[in-house]
């Protein structure tokens, strides 16, 4: 399974930048996105160390939303085992 994680971008060094989510920050690529088109504050799909995509607020969160639902679940099947 591919997951794309939502994360806010806190630092712009185009074409890599650094990103925020849940307390965490990872060094990105941004080349798959035009640098013109980001700004700090920015919300963005990362995969496999990339931002793939950029997404508003309200999308982000309601990403964050299902997956902490799916790890929950997880973690539900995991203890009954």
Excluded at 28 to 57: M, N, P, R, T
Aim: glycine content about 8%; some cysteine.
């Amino acid at each position: 399974m591919c997951v794309g994680v939502p994360m806010q971008l806190v630092e712009i060094n185009y074409p890599s930048g650094v990103a925020e989510a849940k307390g965490v920050t990872r060094s990105i690529g941004l080349q798959l996105i035009a640098e013109d088109s980001l700004k700090i504050g920015d919300h963005v799909i990362v995969h496999v160390g990339f931002a793939i995509e950029k997404v508003d607020k309200q999308r982000a969160d309601e990403i964050w939303e299902a997956l902490e639902e799916v790890l929950r679940m997880m973690d539900e099947e995991d203890s009954s085992a």
